[in-house]
């Protein structure tokens, strides 16, 4: 084989891979859309309804969180913090998976989805003081969900993301076991 052709093949094999990683941001008016997608998401905790905030959520989050467990960290979370008592929006807009932080066990957003970006001042009736935290809205084919951060203070144990393929991959087995 011509070292020509295994190059093309090599472009061609990675070229599905850089060409989703290539993702045009979100417009003024999709960032409003995703955060009114926050709004409800954020809603649905305060009024305790789960399933709904469930709904509410990625696709590819949901996949690692059903219904019943997602339920059960969120009251748990819910429990411990209290209700959240007051939120202020810092900053919102697009930005690229690349840019979000990573989580505290080295988990990174995934490429190729467009994202938006969201963060808050929050206070909770039961954790002292302010809290710097942050929403990043995804859109999925079911419209923008919420894809990942740390608000409700981790309530899922860390920051929460769209797993990249990969770390989907290293889990996947040990999860369904």
């Keep these: 084989m011509s070292l020509r052709l295994l190059l093309l093949i090599l472009l061609l094999a990675h070229a599905p891979t850089a060409l989703a990683q ?42 690692w969180w059903p219904r019943e467990r997602w339920t059960r960290f969120m009251q748990a ?4 913090t209290g209700e959240l008592t007051s939120i202020e929006v810092l900053q919102a807009g697009p930005i690229a998976a690349d840019t979000l932080p990573c989580t505290e066990r080295g988990h990174c957003y995934r490429p190729g989805v467009r994202y938006v970006f969201l963060m808050f001042r929050t206070r909770y009736e039961h954790v002292d003081g302010e809290l710097t935290e942050y ?43």
């Design 77 to 80: 979370s819910r429990r411990h």
């Design 22 to 63: 290539q993702t045009e941001p979100a417009s003024e008016a999709e960032v409003r859309e995703a955060y009114g997608v926050f709004l409800d998401w954020l809603n649905a905790y305060q009024a305790e309804d789960y399933h709904e905030q469930w709904e509410l959520t990625d696709r590819r989050i949901r996949a």
């Design 135 to 177: 929403a990043a809205m995804a859109e999925s084919g079911e419209g923008w969900r919420f894809g990942g951060g740390n608000i409700l203070n981790r309530p899922l144990g860390e920051t929460s993301v769209i797993m990249t393929r990969t770390d989907e991959n290293r889990y996947r087995q040990s999860f369904r076991q």
